[in-house]
């Protein structure tokens, strides 16, 4: 946990420009989420017995997810869907960039022909032996907190923050 002291620095920082996490290709964004998303997949990650992945997030992030998690080897067999939407900066519960989150599912839903059976909101029953896993590719504190606060039926055990 980082923070400020009202006091003079306790630790002074700073990164080389040339630093290898900063140059180094087995260092990168992508690299990383590819890390991410083996640990997730393998035996006791939270996407091991899932049967249906919904990647919320938005641009690059949303895309770079969606290919990791499709190319993994345990993906066969699941059904991953990307969903393209951001919480709203002011508001309660369904805000967001084009209406709520459930809108955009929707969306993404009629935009990928994905049949109905394979997208299941939490507020309803889930067919018998379907686990569904939301990844949220936020890394934005502020932006994580209004997620939480306008995703009405969050589950821990299948909501995941992982950007």
Do not use: Y
Not at 41 to 57: H, K
Not at 61 to 66: A, N, V
């Amino acid at each position: 946990v980082c923070g400020k002291v009202a006091a003079p620095p306790l630790l002074g920082w700073r990164q080389h420009p040339r630093q290898h996490t900063r140059t180094h290709g087995r260092l990168s964004i992508d690299s990383l989420r590819r890390i991410k998303v083996h640990f997730l997949m393998r035996r006791g990650g939270p996407l091991f017995t899932a049967t249906q992945v919904v990647i919320v997030s938005v641009g690059c992030t949303l895309s770079g997810w969606e290919t990791d998690v499709r190319a993994h080897p345990r993906s066969q067999g699941k059904h991953v869907l990307a969903v393209e939407w951001k919480p709203a900066k002011r508001g309660g519960p369904g805000g967001g960039k084009g209406g709520g989150i459930w809108t955009a599912l929707l969306r993404s839903r009629k935009n990928a022909e994905v049949s109905s059976e394979h997208v299941v909101q939490r507020g309803g029953a889930a067919p018998v032996g379907e686990r569904v896993v939301r990844l949220w590719a936020f890394g934005n504190e502020t932006v994580r907190q209004r997620v939480r606060q306008q995703v009405g039926d969050w589950e821990e055990s299948n909501d995941w923050f992982v950007a």
